[in-house]
């Protein structure tokens, strides 16, 4: 049996993992996972889901705070894979780590690559406006996401779908095809494919402040914004001193004469509407400043926001 180390981390990787346990074609002799973090309310150490799904399987569980360390290098050594395969780990490996399986590294990056390279491609595809997103299965080198690809399918992003709802299609999508491209790789019957540096992006890791919405964009700007952010950090705006958390909208054409942010459309069976730099934003999905994330329209049964308002601001809670 091949002898196969699995990396992952967050709820997207556990597809993957899934499907080299169920394939009864592999020895997964360890799965490495980042530390428990405190969750929750009561911050209380939470192991992630990768973590979660091994125990279940009764497969061996690592954990290093920096797996490049000696005593994680060591482990790997130890452990003599001969192949790992890599999908959200959330820590880079080095050369050092790389030269340890003799077959390499497979990774399952959520991008149609070279484009969308980074630590949250789901995101940025929607936040830019993207029409399609993907999976990528590719060989793992020492640059970030630059190393050459192996397979790839494609998908249509849904136009009012959110980054948490595309990571969910994304990971199952990304399970099936290391399913199907991992024992070609092995068996040599998959030609490596370099990326093209010409066509490559690279996109940041996602910050809080990132979730502020500037209400002189156009409307079709922000309501991916908000989508490509759901469910973190969440596109947020002050709103009476608070912080008001948008969690759904749409783009409305608009040419009421109002300043941007400028609440023009309020009530229970009207919704909420906000004037933008270009077009309007309904908003559909919410939590005002000390409630509880609804509809707007449900929001508005039981509570007024005023024509007139303005919302705004440069505080996210």
Request: proline share 8%.
């Amino acid at each position: 049996m091949t002898r196969v180390v699995f990396m992952g981390t967050p709820e997207f990787a556990v597809p993957s993992l899934r499907a080299l346990a169920d394939a009864g074609i592999y020895d997964i002799v360890g799965v490495f996972t980042q530390p428990d973090r405190p969750a929750g309310r009561g911050k209380k150490l939470t192991a992630c889901p990768v973590k979660q799904f091994a125990l279940e399987r009764g497969l061996p569980v690592f954990q290093f705070e920096k797996i490049r360390r000696p005593e994680g290098v060591a482990q790997l050594k130890a452990l003599a894979p001969d192949v790992m395969v890599t999908a959200a780990f959330g820590q880079i490996l080095t050369q050092e780590i790389l030269d340890i399986p003799a077959r390499g590294t497979v990774n399952v990056h959520a991008s149609l690559l070279p484009g969308y390279r980074g630590p949250a491609p789901i995101n940025w595809c929607i936040v830019n406006g993207e029409k399609q997103a993907g999976v990528t299965i590719m060989r793992t080198d020492a640059g970030i996401d630059t190393g050459d690809m192996l397979r790839s399918v494609s998908v249509e992003i849904g136009e009012m779908e959110t980054a948490g709802e595309l990571t969910a299609r994304l990971s199952e999508l990304g399970g099936a095809l290391l399913a199907e491209t991992l024992p070609d790789y092995l068996a040599g019957a998959v030609v490596p494919v370099p990326q093209d540096p010409e066509k490559a992006s690279y996109q940041p890791m996602l910050k809080k402040e990132m979730g502020l919405i500037d209400w002189t964009h156009p409307a079709e700007r922000i309501a991916c914004q908000v989508r490509g952010l759901n469910p973190w950090p969440c596109a947020c705006t002050e709103m009476g001193g608070g912080t008001l958390k948008i969690y759904l909208a749409k783009p409305l054409p608009c040419d009421v004469p109002a300043a941007p942010g400028e609440v023009i459309v309020s009530g229970a069976k009207e919704g909420l509407v906000v004037r933008c730099g270009e077009g309007a934003l309904e908003i559909l999905e919410m939590q005002a400043p000390g409630g509880k994330r609804m509809a707007a329209k449900a929001y508005l049964m039981g509570k007024r926001i005023e024509t007139g308002t303005r919302l705004g601001g440069s505080h996210a809670e």
